[in-house]
Nanobody, 115 residues
Framework: QVQLVESGGGLVQPGGSLRLSCAAS????????MGWYRQAPGKQRELVAD???????NYADSVKGRFTISRDNAKNTVYLQMNSLKPEDTAVYYC?????????WGKGTLVTVSS
């Protein structure tokens, strides 16, 4: 069982930045893909960005050029740097980790973009 703990959410004005962190309870060297998902009120959970073991990245079209995902295996942490935030980025952001056929989720951190 892998536990994931997200942090870094909060209230930010439009155009601002936040960096989310996700700390894994086990070495990330055994984890394959790591990703960030989000779920806005009344909407389905959607992929924001993910990163493979080889650090190949993938982004939702809505965040390309604004968000950057990275991983630090030595610290067992994956990050999501979010710049130029928009009100439509408001959501609960969840960290996901995959190891083989297994998938693990954090409890989420709330990001609110509002003036």
């Amino acid at each position: 069982q892998v536990q994931l703990v997200e942090s870094g959410g909060g209230l930010v004005q439009p155009g601002g930045s936040l960096r989310l962190s996700c700390a894994a309870s086990q070495s990330m060297f055994v984890l394959n893909d790591m990703g960030w998902y989000r779920q806005a009120p009344g909407k389905q959970r959607e992929l924001v960005a993910d990163i493979t073991e080889s650090r190949r990245t993938n982004y939702a079209d809505s965040v390309k050029g604004r968000f950057t995902i990275s991983r630090d295996n030595a610290k067992n942490t994956v990050y999501l740097q979010m710049n130029s935030l928009k009100p439509e980025d408001t959501a609960v952001y969840y960290c996901n980790a995959r190891a083989g056929v297994f998938s693990f989720w954090g409890k989420g951190t709330l990001v609110t973009v509002s003036s």
